[in-house]
């Protein structure tokens, strides 16, 4: 009876270790990672017949392995992921930047879209309307929106 309920308990575990995995795919942010790794390989011990409850190497053996489990992810997880760290745009920084017309720009309005840096931002004209497809360069920025001019 034993025996089968390390089965039972083992099998939970990496199904539980693999639903946290799945939640990790989900909404990246590494908490769930390293408990699911250590879920499975500690269910995959209960498959194999390790009592890690119960026996004193049992116990021992199971601790490493949890511990060898959580290295192992957080090295690999470090591995996977950019050394860079995030770009952060801020209007302000925008100032001499290039990009192009989305939608109509004009002096009156901030109806106008500009696409520059990969964002999309409201924008007004220094000048004339500029049409949708013409590159602009930001001279300027207030409040919410930014300023630009025509390149030629």
Partial sequence: M??????AL???????????????????GFFATVPA?????????LLLGVDIFNSGWGV????????????FTVWMYGK??????PTT???????GMEGRVKTTVDP???????FIASTEWSARSTGPEIP????????????VHIVVEEVK
Wanted: no cysteine; hydrophobic share 55%; glycine share 12%.
């Fill in 60 to 71: 021992i053996i199971g601790v490493i392995i949890a511990i060898g489990a959580a290295g």
């Fill in 2 to 7: 034993v025996l089968l309920e390390g089965i």
């Fill in 108 to 114: 009156n309005t901030l109806s106008g879209k500009v």
């Fill in 80 to 85: 996977i992921t950019p050394n860079e760290s």
């Fill in 37 to 45: 790794t250590v879920m499975i390989f500690l269910g995959i011990l």
């Fill in 89 to 95: 745009i801020s209007r302000d920084s925008l100032i």
């Fill in 10 to 28: 083992g099998w939970l575990l990496i199904v539980i270790g693999a639903v946290l995995l799945l939640v990790e795919v989900h909404t990246p």
């Fill in 132 to 143: 949708p497809g013409k590159k602009v360069k930001v001279v300027d920025s207030h409040g």
